[in-house]
């Protein structure tokens, strides 16, 4: 951009709302993917603090096609939020406010910059609670809109998609559009505003969001399940699923909770077997979740559960849920990539199968969990392997050739089990080459189509999903 529109776009804003230096712009220019080489400095970052200026910035971007790239908390895994066009990194973390919390419609209206951790606060500031969590807590509203995030809760309560009512969005063009409501209900036209939903940042920029709320359990509670490998406990979650509908349910390699472990110097309540199946409840009352883990136990032990260890009080089962969810931070290091392919529950197994084959045969490390409930698994991809209980390095130029291989040979077998590419994480720009391994080329010629009714100059977060 020439230096008349710079100076143009930053009094949109105002100088303090603006960045120019490349070295202050350098956390701007990537998201969590652990390979830098996808990175790219924006020309400009702004943060605007309302609709109005987002509309501004995007009229000046269109009438000038400039790339403009919506950013969140960065907190993606594959490139969603990198700036690869250059352009405008355009912020939305001074957008944090929390609107309103209706409590008779049991509706919340925030801002897209505000954090999971700011809005979960405030929800259960208001006797709610928001079922929804894909993780990280600094994850932001709008990004996690723009990707449909899921979560290990998403068995019995859904994904993000689930709970959004309504959104304010602003078009590349500049207008500023409101979709939904604070409606439980509508057949009113095309819904553009689950379109809008998964988008990418690449149809509009999310402002605010409408979410539904609940009346947060009584109780809640978590079971860790030891098997002897992945294959019983894997068949054990159909059953368990036919009597209760738990709020999650993962299963865990006891490898990797070792590491987890040692990370937290904690200790997982048990050490028996190869496979860990962890069961979150939650009830209305205590005698409805007393009723609720004897089932899941009885079960279980049918199934050929080694053992059933019950976390029943708070500490119990903030140490397990502690465990669990540093496992990735444990072994972050060393990780490559995050892959969250999702197949159907019954197929898990098999996926699972595949990834160990590839293991064995390119000499690396891909430790796997996930979302037993829901199919999406996630295999790390290392650059190690496990030598006798050691993790060993690889070299560079062994692992990058391995990464390409075991990614392509890890989408096909999802594919061909009738999976998808990604469950909970998006496209971006690290999986785009793989988008039509999953669907058909007429089904991308269609979003194609879509793309440019919204952008029709390809300004907003070009090169993400599929390249025009």
Known sequence: MDAETREQLIRIVGRENALTDPEAMIDYGHDEFSLRDISCLPDLVLKPVSPFQIAAILETASEERIPVTPRGGATGLCGGCVPSAGGISLSLERMNRVLEIDAANQM??????????????????????????????????????????????????GVIRNYIRGLEIVTPAGDILTLGGKLIKSSTGYSLLQLMIGSEGTLGVITKAVIQIMAKPAATRSLVIPFAGLEAAIDA?????????????????????RLSEEH?????????GETHVLVILDAASGEEMDRASETVAEIALAAGALDVFVADTPAKQDNVLAIRSKIYEAIKRDTIEILDICVPRAEVAAHVKKVRELEAKYGVWLPTFGHAGDGNVHTHIMKCRREGGRTVPVPEAEWRETLERVRAGLYADGAARGGVISGEHGIGLVKKPYLEGCLSPEHVALMRGIKKVFDPHGILNPGKVFDL
Do not use: D, Q
């Open 264 to 272: 937290l110097n904690r200790k997982w309540p048990c050490a028996a």
């Open 237 to 257: 979650v159909p059953l368990l699923l036919k009597s209760v509908v738990p709020l999650a349910l993962e299963f865990v390699p006891l490898e990797v909770i």
């Open 108 to 157: 919340a209206w925030v801002e897209a910059g505000l954090t999971l951790r700011e809005f979960e606060t405030a929800v259960e500031e208001a006797g709610f609670y928001f079922p929804p969590h894909p993780g990280e807590e600094s994850a932001m509203i709008g990004g996690m809109i723009a990707t449909n995030a899921g979560g290990s809760r998403a068995v019995k309560y």
